[in-house]
Structures are given as C-alpha cells and as structure tokens.
C-alpha cells in the first residue's frame, strides 16, 4: 500500500542523503525530490511489481527492510538479486523504457519512498558524477538473459550498491581520473622558445607546460622549475627551443585510471606530473595533466603515504608492519566495495617498492661482504604469475624471476647466475620475514631455473609450441604473465614482445590453451544449487574458488590477449577492458568476463582476509544471499566466456 501524500519530506531526504546517487545531487535538489514522494509500506510476502508489468512513473528507494527479485524462467522459479536498504528499485526497467523483467517480492516487511522518475532524470541529466555512478552501476546485477549495454563510461573502479558511511561510499567514484576541461590544459608545440614558454606559465599560473605535436599528442613537459635552472641558472639563451629542455618520454595514464595507483607511479618514478590521453598511451590526444595536489584532491583515502615509509624502513619488523598496513588499507576498500582489480593494481605498486627497497638493502649487505654485483651486466628482476598481473592483494606465495645480459662464455654467465641467486636468497629471506609465503612450485628467483640470461629466456620462449609437456605448457602461462619490477626495463619489453609475437602465431598452441580453459567446466551444480540458486537452497563443504572460477577467466583473457597482440596491459580486468576498447565484437563478452572476475577476486581476498591464508578454497555457508545470487551470475558468465573460447580456439570458429 502507499500514502498519497507525503507529510514527512525531511525524513526522506536525511535518509537520501545518506547513499548514492543522491549523496552525489544538491541538497536542495533532493529535498525538492523528497517533496513530492509517496510512502510505500509493503508486509513480507507481498510483491511490490510483477514479472512483465509496466514500472510506475516513479523509481522506489528501499527505506527498511529487504526485496528479492525473483525470475520465472521457462516455468522454473529462480532468486536473481536481493535488495537491501539504501538500493534504488525499478530504475533499469525506467531507463530501458519497458515493462518489468523480474518479480519484486518483499522478504521482510519493508517501506519505500517513490520518488518522481521525470523529475529524477531531469536532476541525473544535469549532475555528471550522479549520472555516471548510475551507468556504472546499473547493469550489473539482473541480467536474466538480456544483453549488458556498455554504458560509454570507464569500467575501472565500481561504485558499491552501499557503502558503510558518506566518506567510503564516495571514495570508490574518487578513485577514478578524472581529466578537466581541455581549454584549462597549457600547450605549445616543439619550436616554442622558452621565452614564450615562462610567459605562457607565469600568466596561467600553473607548474608546467606541455610540449605537443601538431595532433596534441604528448612529447614532453617542461617544469618551472627546469626553466629557472635552465634559463636563469645556466643562463640558456631564452630563444632556445623547448625541445632541448623538456623531460620526456611522458608519464601517461588513461582517464579510467585509477587516480590514487597514478599518484603512486608518479611517487616510484620521482615525476612531478602525468599527462592524461585518450587511451592512456603518448600515440593519442592530452586531455590534462595531473601534479600530485591534483591526484590527490581526487583520491581521497589513499596509501600513498605508505611509499614514503617503505624507502626509509630497514628492520624486517618495519617491513611487516607496513605489509600489514597495505592488507588494512585492502580490507577498507573492500569493504567499501571498491573495485578488488583496483586494489590490485595499488597494491602492486607498494608491493614493488618494497621489493625494490629489499633489493637495495640486499645488495648494500653483499657488498659489506665483498661481494659485488656483475659489474656492467645489465639485469631486471621481474614478477610472474599473479604478482606479474598485478593481483596479488594478499601476501600469499610469491612469484619472481631475474634475466641479465648474457655474457661471452658458459662460464662467465654461471659465475654471474650465482651472483644474482645469491642476491635473490636475500631478498626473498626479507619478503618472508615480511609475511610472504615461498612459492611450493619453485617460482623464485633463487632458482637459477628462474634466473636466466636474455637469451635463454628467449630461446626458452620460442620452443613453447601445441607438444610443450605438462610442466613446461604450465611455466609457459607463468612467463606469460612476466612484468618489470626493477632493473633494465629493455630486458623485459624484449621477452614479452617474444612472447606476444610467438604465441600470436601459433595456432596449435592457441588450441592448446584454449582445451584447457574449455575443460575446465564451471561447477553449475556446485553445492547442490548454489549455482542460479534456487529459493532455499543451501551449501556445506568448500569450494576452490581459484581453479574452478577466476582460472577460466584468467586464462582466457591472457588468450584473447595473445591472440589479437594486445600487450598494453597486465592485469585479468585490464586485459579484458582493452579486449572491450579494441575488438568491438567481444565488447559484451569482455566487459562481463571483467566485472565477474573484479568479483571473484574480491570475493577471494575478503575471503583470505577473513580465514588468514590465500583464501583460494571458500566455505559456502559464509556467502551472505546477494553474494551467492552474484556467485551464481559469476559462473554463468565463465560458462559464456568458454562457449567463446571454443568457438573462437577449438571448433575452428574465428573472429578477425
């Protein structure tokens, strides 16, 4: 039942107030909202719309209590999502224009406030930060068979359906880059001297200018502070071209980055600015260019402070405690609902600075002892495996390796092989001593099957093909996933640009990966019927959420990656993302395989957290009901994205 006329306007808009989108609209547009809304007080069991029904004029804001959404497929009864206080009721079937997909059924008594939908979407259309958390969140939970329409706005970081108070609930949206408008961005071309530069900044007031070419494209960025020593202090003719003064190559990012894992990169390269492009790459248009202040007025709660204390730590029980730091800093997030591949991506970068500190301390103690490092050998120890996609949050067992430069003789090169496993043992005794778990399978670079020269590396690499044994088809997907942590970054580009380049063209290979992503079935009667969960269904036992989950997902976004040559990006979701951007006939099935797997890996480390270990094996009976209706579309996705694979790598489909 509802009442017709509301006499309590106030109250509505305090409890609006308190959760997205409205969090995001003027106070007095809300309460000009909260006016004309009605009361709708629904007993449990009662349906608040039936499946097929036309929706009211009106979106529903759930007050108290909690609604299920229930689907009548094909005569089968199925529980699709639940709805708590703070979620927003109707909105999808009013945006599509057309009549209800599911059912609404309240399960507690429960009270809504409708809310006029014109008014609603007048207010949405004029607030671009309310608008975009509603593409960005909209889609997601209720597919029910209906296909997912890539909203046009960046994937990166999820807001949450909820969040614990304001601050959290806005953290998420904050997380994202976000360029402003272009005529405030401070360009000249090559040729300007750098007279005309100062003038442009001093009468701009900002730190810096961007140099770019006839197309806006990024070459480099000129500081203040370069011009003073390079005009004043050295007394360079102020007629002399930018060009021999500006930094490059230039630091860039896309605007669906996360702004506080720029902030860190920048921190790590020791840069005063990023320049935001296009696509996140120099070959496209600036958009904006970002200083710390920037970043940092856009990041909210953030751990950049973190880095700071990891470059001047030196006892293992500092290293532990800041470790532990980054796992509290991980658990707020989630809990905030923030994107888990995001937090992936920040913890990587302080995971790496920490490596990097350990390899100075390291390298520090060998010298003390005599003992020096190769002297002019070019090296790069490198990530693997899930640190190499940038998805370890945990401190589960670590995944490392080391190439160098070959040298004239066997000998010469064994020698330096024990130098750099000698190094490795101790960096690899701090990560313990931190809380890292060794790698049970060997994947350190202590283990000179670890610790190679370019060109065995290389050579390695391009014997990978469709009759590589078990053992070495398993060590090939670990190299697959390799990403320059500290050295010569030059070693690492030429190992991944082999990688990309013999597996693109090896279709028996491609074959070969793809029968083991199709064999991996997902568990569709997983616990009886946890899986499209049917009304009071039930779980016991545990479930290995990491090989019969994310691993379909995982390693078919290395796949799809490898065969189109999309090398660009590291991570499970960035791969997928750009598979979105680039190949336009997988845009659907990328952007749902990314969302699934963000979910899987939060629903993983949550877990981790929770139990004190990976968190690879799950106990069912501790999922609350909206995640095990999003476990369900989880693997329903898994399921779609090996139909895919199939089609594309066994049965001898293609896509060009």
Not at 124 to 149: C, P, T
Not at 193 to 220: M, N, Q, Y
Not at 278 to 296: I, M, Q, S, W, Y
Request: aromatic share 6%.
């Amino acid at each position: 039942m509802s009442f017709p006329k509301n006499m309590i306007p106030g109250r509505i808009a305090d409890a609006l107030m308190r959760f997205p989108p409205f969090s995001m609209l003027p106070g007095d547009e809300v309460a000009s909202l909260a006016a004309g809304a009605d009361v709708w007080v629904v007993p449990i069991g009662d349906y608040i719309w039936r499946q097929g029904a036309q929706p009211p004029d009106e979106v529903l804001f759930l007050a108290q209590g909690r609604v299920e959404y229930i689907w009548d497929n094909d005569g089968q009864t199925e529980r699709v999502d639940v709805r708590d206080v703070g979620d927003v009721l109707g909105l999808s079937a009013l945006v599509r224009n057309e009549s209800f997909r599911v059912s609404a059924q309240a399960v507690e008594d429960s009270m809504l406030y409708g809310l006029p939908w014109a008014k609603f979407r007048v207010m949405l259309g004029k607030n671009d930060e309310a608008r975009n958390y509603v593409r960005r969140h909209l889609f997601w939970a209720v597919r029910v068979g209906s296909q997912i329409h890539y909203s046009g706005e960046p994937t990166g970081a999820r807001m949450a359906g909820r969040a614990k108070n304001i601050l959290q609930s806005h953290l998420d949206g904050a997380q994202i880059i976000q360029p402003r408008p272009i005529e405030r961005l401070l360009v000249c071309g090559p040729d300007a001297t750098l007279g005309e530069a100062a003038a442009l900044i001093s009468a701009k007031r900002v730190p810096s200018i961007l140099v770019v070419d006839a197309a806006r494209r990024p070459l480099g960025i000129v500081s203040s502070a370069a011009l003073v020593k390079n005009a004043i202090v050295d007394g360079m003719p102020k007629t002399t071209p930018v060009s021999h003064i500006m930094a490059n190559p230039v630091c860039t990012v896309s605007p669906a980055s996360s702004a506080t894992a720029a902030m860190l990169v920048m921190l790590r390269e020791r840069i005063g600015q990023v320049c935001v492009t296009e696509d996140g790459t120099p070959g496209t248009k600036a958009l904006d260019v970002c200083t710390h202040k920037d970043l940092l007025a856009q990041t909210g709660h953030h751990p950049a402070g973190l880095l700071r204390e990891i470059r001047f730590a030196k006892s293992p029980a500092r290293f532990r405690e800041l470790c532990d730091e980054i796992e509290n800093i991980a658990r707020s997030y989630l809990d905030a609902g923030i994107s888990a591949i995001y937090i992936g991506q920040i913890c990587a970068e302080l995971y790496d600075e920490l490596t990097q500190r350990l390899i100075t301390l390291a390298t520090d103690e060998l010298h003390d002892e005599g003992i020096a490092l190769p002297r002019g050998v070019a090296w790069a120890w490198m990530a693997v495996g899930s640190d190499g996609r940038r998805e370890q949050i945990l401190r589960t067992d670590m995944d490392n390796a080391i190439v160098f430069a070959p040298l004239p003789t066997k000998e010469e090169n064994e020698a330096a092989r024990a130098i750099f496993t000698t190094l490795a043992t101790r960096v690899i005794d701090k990560l313990i001593a931190a809380g890292f778990a060794k790698c049970q399978g060997g994947v350190m670079a202590l283990n000179p099957r670890w610790c190679r020269t370019s060109a065995e590396w290389l050579d390695e690499i391009a014997s990978f093909n469709a009759d590589t044994d078990g053992n070495g088809l398993l060590r090939a997907l670990i190299l697959y996933d390799l990403r320059f942590v500290v050295g010569e970054r030059a070693l690492c580009d030429a190992l991944r640009e082999k990688v990309y380049a013999s597996v693109s063209a090896d279709t028996a290979l491609q074959h070969r990966l793809a029968q083991l992503i199709v064999d991996n079935t997902p568990p569709l009667n997983f616990i009886g019927r946890l899986v499209i969960e049917k009304l009071g269904g039930g779980g016991g036992g545990e479930f290995d959420l990491k090989s019969r989950g994310m691993a379909p997902l995982r390693d078919a976004a290395r796949l799809f990656s490898l065969h189109y040559k999309l090398n660009r990006r590291y991570s499970t979701g960035g791969r997928w993302e750009e598979l979105r951007r680039v190949v336009p006939q997988r845009a659907e099935l990328a952007s749902l395989a990314r969302d699934a797997y963000d979910f899987l890996l939060g629903l993983r480390t949550t877990n981790g957290l929770r139990r004190g270990d990976s968190g690879r094996y799950l106990d069912p009976s501790t999922l609350t009901k909206i995640e095990r209706a999003q476990l369900a579309s989880v693997f329903d996705v898994v399921r779609t994205v090996q139909h895919a694979t199939r089609f594309q790598f066994v049965t001898g489909g293609r896509m060009t």
